[in-house]
């Protein structure tokens, strides 16, 4: 299963909505993909969800379409943690 777009377009009538809903269904196992999610200088996604700016954004979720959680992370390795902190079991591909 390959990894489902984290920052689709976004349909609100009132305007963007402030970040994204998680899609956690419970244990993330196997491989992970882990991925950075770009910011605009305006700190919009790709998908126009309004996150603002600081530190970069982040996505995982297993290969099986667990976990999908976003969060915030200051590099690679800070994100990996993050995420065996709470998934211990994970490995992640690349």
Not at 13 to 27: I, L, N
Not at 45 to 59: E, H, I, K, M, V
């Amino acid at each position: 299963m390959t990894m489902r777009n984290p920052s689709p377009p976004v349909f609100s009538t009132y305007g963007a909505p402030m970040g994204r809903r998680d899609r956690s269904q419970g244990e993330m196992m196997g491989r992970c993909y882990l991925r950075r999610i770009p910011i605009t200088s305006g700190g919009y996604d790709r998908g126009g969800a309004y996150w603002g700016l600081g530190a970069p954004l982040w996505y995982a979720e297993d290969s099986e379409g667990e976990g999908g959680v976003y969060f915030r992370a200051a590099s690679r390795e800070a994100a990996k943690a993050h995420i065996l902190a709470r998934h211990p079991t994970v490995t992640f591909y690349r």
